[in-house]
């Protein structure tokens, strides 16, 4: 039987990525598309996952023995914060459909995507996998943050009581082509790229939200693709596995702003606005587990490298730059929680 994989949120940032390096990759390689195996990209325009019928008709029409599961409501720190119940609600449903339609038309494995936000506020760095239930999460991302850690106890009950192979990744803050390059609601990379873009074009000031110092470790969406790609095929075990650049490799996002200053050749005025949120200062995670895998699973295969931290900026830039017309500039207000106010 040939392999279905069915990639929920598949248009996003890293959906788009995983399909970019599927087909950059040689075919039938550690990270490029095997014969006997079909990939579907689901965008929610194909269903709207909170919704169990719509999922069920997505997974009635593709049948998938397989399913990368991406799909979310996300957003950077200021989202975050204004939106927590549609974060909480919103991805409780989306998860729970998605699992437990897997389950019912009898997935042979789900990788799911959970997020360094699921980790404790405070903990003893460096973050690991095994510190996520260890006390509550940062404030500002609560909503999101939970509905994120109930995949890994849905996994793991999962697992136990119908031994399905369902297991998730725990990604640092991605970047890449194909983001959501929204300047109120994204991530700090995709939103600072477009408002320097913006102070380029209208001779205005490069406004940089917070004091700069935060520290973030970044991973480029194709190298988080082909951590996917690795999950999917070579690991199956239900702990789930941060994906990331190495614990001290993060850096402050005033020097995010000064590498977007230099990729745009930007020349006005860059200003801090101490008046918004820093979030968290800094949530180090290790990156001992994953590269350990990968090294143990790579027989004869090369390491896997990291795309250094400029050039992918670079890149993300340029795509940015050569797709404004097209590219997402604005979250979809799907979001939006409908109470009996506003239905
Ligand atoms: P993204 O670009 O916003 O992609 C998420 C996709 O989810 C969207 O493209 C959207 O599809 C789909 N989606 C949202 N609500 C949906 C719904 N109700 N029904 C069906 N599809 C829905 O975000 P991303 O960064 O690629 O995120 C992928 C995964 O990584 C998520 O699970 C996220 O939580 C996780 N993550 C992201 C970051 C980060 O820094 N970006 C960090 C850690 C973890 P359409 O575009 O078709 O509407
Ligand atoms: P986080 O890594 O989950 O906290 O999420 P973000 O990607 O939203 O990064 C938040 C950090 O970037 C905070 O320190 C913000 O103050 C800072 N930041 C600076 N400018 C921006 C911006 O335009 N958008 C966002 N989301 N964060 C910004």
Redesign the pocket.
Known sequence: MPDVILV??????????IEHVLVTEAPNTRYGRRDGETWVF??????????EA?TKALFAKYKPTHVI????????LFMNMKQKLSMLR??I??NNNVLHTSYETGVEKVV??????VFPDGITPPLREDKIHLGPPHDSNFG?AYA?RLVDIANHAYREQFNCNFTAA??????GT???FDLEDS?VIPGLIHKCYLAKKNGTPFVVAGTGKPLRQFVF?YDLAKMFIWQLREYDDVEPIIFSVGENEDVSIGYVAEQIVKAFDFKGEVKFDTSKSDGQFRKPASNEKLLRLVRETSKDQEEFQFTPFEQGLNETVQWFNDNYETA?RGQ?K??QVVTSATA
């Open positions: 929920t949120g598949g248009h996003g940032l890293v959906g788009k990525a689901a965008s929610s325009k194909e269903g709207d996952l909170r919704n719509e599961h991406l799909a979310a409501l996300v957003g950077g919103d991805n449903n989306i799911s995507c959970l997020s360094t936000c999101y994120k725990i990604p640092t803050n991605i970047y194909h983001d959501n991530h969406s997402r979809v799907r979001g």
